[in-house]
């Protein structure tokens, strides 16, 4: 009998986590892949769990995401959320009949007791997904936003105030009594490669890097870990992660992020537009890629999965073609 | 200043109850009429909490009810019941999505600490209602119905097997720890008439004098109370009343309905059908009023209503002409 595969391991937050995984599992058998999912931006929307980044990942990767708005279901329908609003629910989180039902799912399930990573499988299951998304806990762990008003939820800072807010730092509330979910160590551990997905440093790799015990396997495993910057010519692609490393005092650049990254990735993967930047980063210790790492379409999501996949030391060859 | 309006009280199960309450509201000022709903029925489906005597008054109140299906609302869709079908959830409560939306907020509301009494006045009025829903209770109360099988919540017995059980007997569980919701006993003290609406006796008038104190508070009355029978030509004009007073081993007619509000009621309205049982009702004490009970439209709920309130001794000539 065979051993099963070393998985691939992931790092994700939402969007741009989530078009890299499209990217993965179209060089790569998705049943050898594991997602280890962000959950700092969960929150709490009408009394119901909303876990944004495990579902924007499941939804793309079952071809059912709202591409255009970044975020819940295509074709989804809102009869639930205009109701609300009548009897005087806040509606700036835009939830979608078909995405509430997910949350309605989990929410469910986890007050009758079943944990996050546990619910979370059976959601990826009934959507026909056969890779793994492990939320990084199952304990509560919320991502707060310090800003000059005070600390907002990751949500009310994302959503409701748009990114408006200049941000002092981040919080993970909860992260010193969160423990990893099961098989997320294991995973780390056993991995053949772990690849960081180009997500927010701050709010989406950093809350999953918080749980006691994750920084740790990183840095034990023999597993190669790769990123891909988020920053392309000083701007992120999508979201607040350029203008949080300025309002933080930091570079907005891709040696920015090898800086963030560094003492725990081996390679960062930057863009071609950054070519410049690999003479800054290589004396640090850390070694560049470089290749186009802006997801237009199925083809460049693709070439960057294998360019992460090279850089990580995966012979192409390996690469089962599809 | 003029004191008050002295309320018009009507005890109030779901569809007929709402119907009947159409015709009230059509020959009296709304704003002065007061319904005190059962709650018996009220259930938890996906973790949401269901009111579906309080949702099908206010829904049909509001001209937004699906009539033909006797719940819900009028052109509601089924999204999130159907995303929910996907994981798993059993889904033979079919909660439209807007009607969702109802049971969604009042759950979030409720989960706040605030009472079902509280909710229910700020439902009724985002649906642009005038009239008072009360709650019987605000504490939980839940009709169960006894089986040869065991025992059955009312919704298990009611949509989920389609009343097709015998019915031994039903239990009130929680009736003994609850107490009325605030106004339920001033109203019933300061009312002018009290209507007992052409419901179910057994599992929509019983689980509201169950609650301690309401009995007493009907029989201590100076109104008049005025029962509708639901009972004609010895069937129930919806639901499984007439089955259900076999099952008990009393005399499904309007007969049957007067023993059972014995000691409380002080006038019967039975349908013109069933004018030979009045010379069997009138020795045990309790007046009979005779007229067409049958509420196929506008006019007849109006005349229903009217001939309600003149056995209540109130007099036409005082009713609004609409």
Redesign the interface.
């Known amino acids: 009998m065979d051993a099963p595969a070393r998985p691939l391991v992931v790092l994700a937050g939402g969007v741009g986590a989530a078009r890299f995984l499209q990217g993965v599992v179209s060089v790569w058998p998705s049943e050898q892949v594991i997602v280890i999912s962000n959950v700092g931006d969960d929150t709490e929307i ?3 769990h909303v876990s944004p980044d495990i579902d924007i990942v499941a939804y793309t990767l079952a071809g059912m995401v709202d591409a255009a708005k970044g975020f819940g279901l295509l074709h ?2 809102f ?6 609003a ?4 806040e509606t700036w989180f835009r939830l979608g ?2 995405d ?3 949350c ?2 989990r ?2 399930q986890l ?1 009758a007791g079943r944990p996050l990573s546990a619910i979370t499988a ?2 990826a299951h ?2 026909g997904l056969d890779l793994t998304i492990l939320p990084v806990t199952d304990a509560p762990l919320r991502t707060l936003v310090e800003t000059p008003g005070g600390r907002l939820s990751f949500q009310e800072y994302f959503v409701k105030r748009r990114t408006e807010d200049e941000v002092l730092g981040m919080h993970f509330e909860g992260a010193a009594q969160a423990s990893p979910a099961p098989g997320v160590l294991d995973a780390i551990e056993r991995a053949r490669a772990i690849l960081i997905a180009p997500s927010n440093p701050f709010v989406s790799i950093d809350p999953i890097l918080a749980v006691p015990g994750i920084r740790e396997a990183l840095i034990a495993t023999a597993a190669p870990i790769v990123a891909v910057s988020p920053i392309v010519g000083g701007e992120a692609l999508k979201g607040p992660a350029a203008k949080m490393f300025r309002s933080l005092g930091k570079e907005a650049s891709a040696a920015g992020v090898a800086a963030h990254y560094h003492g725990l990735v081996q390679t960062l993967v930057i863009d071609a537009l950054d070519r410049s930047l690999a003479a800054a980063i290589r004396p640090t210790g850390m070694r560049v890629a470089i290749t186009d790492t802006i997801m237009r379409g199925p083809r460049q999501k693709a070439d960057l999965a294998r360019a992460a996949l090279e850089a990580a030391g995966i012979p192409t060859l390996l690469q089962p073609a599809r």
């Open positions: 009408y009394g119901l989804d329908s009869d639930v959320v205009e109701s609300l009548r009897y005087g629910e009949d078909r509430l039902a997910t309605l799912f929410t469910n007050r059976v959601i009934a959507l």
